[in-house]
């Protein structure tokens, strides 16, 4: 059923090495139930992947950290006439619990989200995906690219080989170190005693690059009694759940929870 006029925009934050295109599907699916919505671009990342990976390794994204993309976002949401939803992927959803700890946001949902800082949970491919990410014996001030074989185990893991090959072609650009590193760093705090906008995180059952037990660490992190914060786990899902054949059905189940919390007063972000 269409949303009322009045209901809040959603903004998507796009995650780390890959670009906007990865929302395409999603935004066309919520403006057909009514949702204004909008995909900012982090800095340097607003064109076509392939243009993108051309640049690489001498690409301007290098200059980018984490207080940079949270600017982009933060920014953009102040200028709306309401405090919007937020829907984040993978490093957007560690963004989206900045923007809601900022209170930016109406509502919030992070999917397979990075973690804050100290939010922890052992998982060996965890660790041998994000280690060459951060490469730390190598210059900040170029960028990095995953492979296509990392991107088959680590992020398209599980879909058919053209699936793998069209994912990787269609969205996967190259991507600062800093920002990566910048996940161990105090900007990547989070005060999960303060009262927070209601909140989902969604895990895939199959994400190897920001596991299930991982998300699932960062939800019972949040301890302020009297705010709303859900998680479930989706069976099947890799990294690339966005873009999986499952991604309508997630999409819908978003859509339900949203629908399930109590109108907000709409207000401007201050």
């Not at 976002?73 to 984040?88: D, K, N, S, T």
Request: with cysteine; proline share 9%.
């Amino acid at each position: 059923m269409p949303v009322a006029a009045a209901a809040p925009p959603i903004v998507f934050i796009t995650g780390a090495f890959v670009t906007t295109a990865c929302w395409d599907e999603w935004k066309q699916f919520f403006e057909a139930q009514g949702y204004t919505c909008y995909a900012p671009a982090w800095p340097h990342k607003a064109a076509p992947a392939a243009e993108l990976r051309r640049q690489h390794p001498h690409s301007p994204i290098a200059q980018s950290g984490l207080a940079d993309v949270l600017r982009v976002y933060a920014e953009f949401i102040r200028q709306l006439p309401v405090r919007p939803i937020v829907i984040g992927h993978s490093y957007g959803g560690l963004l989206v619990q900045l923007l809601l700890q900022q209170d930016l946001v109406a509502a919030a949902v992070a999917i397979e989200s990075a973690p804050p800082l100290g939010v922890v949970a052992w998982s060996w491919p965890m660790v041998r995906a994000v280690l060459p990410m951060l490469g730390l014996f190598s210059s900040v001030r170029t960028t990095f690219l995953p492979t296509f074989a990392q991107w088959q185990r680590y992020i398209a893991n599980g879909l058919p080989l053209a699936a793998q090959q069209h994912t990787y072609e269609h969205l996967l650009a190259p991507e600062s170190k800093q920002v990566i590193r910048d996940v161990l760093s105090l900007q990547a705090h989070i005060d999960f005693n303060r009262p927070h906008a209601p909140l989902l995180f969604l895990a895939g059952g199959n994400d190897r690059l920001m596991p299930a037990v991982l998300n699932r660490a960062n939800y019972r992190r949040y301890r302020h009694a009297g705010s709303i914060r859900a998680y479930q786990e989706l069976p099947g899902r890799n990294h690339a759940l966005l873009g999986q054949p499952t991604w309508r059905e997630d999409a819908a189940l978003v859509l339900d929870w949203v629908a399930s919390l109590e109108p907000p007063p709409l207000s401007r972000c201050v």
